[in-house]
């Protein structure tokens, strides 16, 4: 039996691109709710109400690499303030601003997709 090295090639690559998959958005933080129904995140929005009030403070749900990763700025009014973008666990991937400029994700701007306010606690004197 004579065996056809292209057609194996073929098949060994049509079975390998087969079992890749797309990144799809991890589901935990697909909710209707998430400031309820996460618990880390439920915490930031209720130390925004507590500790910010004349600075003020947002929470915003973007997509960013294919994930939920939610923005949050905790000092809304501050020019100085830090910015803090966090992945579904409730872990920091991201940071902008503060003192010195950090900006530790340059594409987040060009990337970060499906912008949705979920929190926006500003008050006025």
């Keep these: 039996m004579k065996v056809n090295l292209p057609?194996?090639?073929f098949i060994l690559l049509f079975i390998s691109l087969g079992s890749c998959h797309r990144n799809e958005v991890d589901p935990d933080c697909d909710s209707d709710n998430p400031l309820e129904d996460i618990p880390w995140l439920k915490a930031q929005k209720e130390y925004i109400e507590m500790?910010?009030?004349?600075s003020g403070g947002q929470i915003i749900r973007y997509i960013y690499?294919?994930?939920?990763?939610?923005?949050?700025?905790?000092c809304y009014n501050c020019m100085d303030g830090l910015i803090s973008v966090y992945d579904c666990n409730g872990e920091v991937?991201?940071?902008?601003?503060?003192f010195a400029g950090v900006n530790t994700c340059p594409d987040f701007e060009a990337e970060a997709t499906d912008s949705t306010m979920l929190f926006?606690?500003?008050q006025h004197k």
């Design 93 to 98: 991937i991201c940071e902008f601003g503060g």
């Design 120 to 122: 926006d606690f500003v």
């Design 51 to 54: 500790s910010c009030k004349m």
């Design 7 to 9: 057609v194996i090639i």
């Design 65 to 74: 690499h294919g994930n939920y990763v939610f923005l949050i700025n905790t």
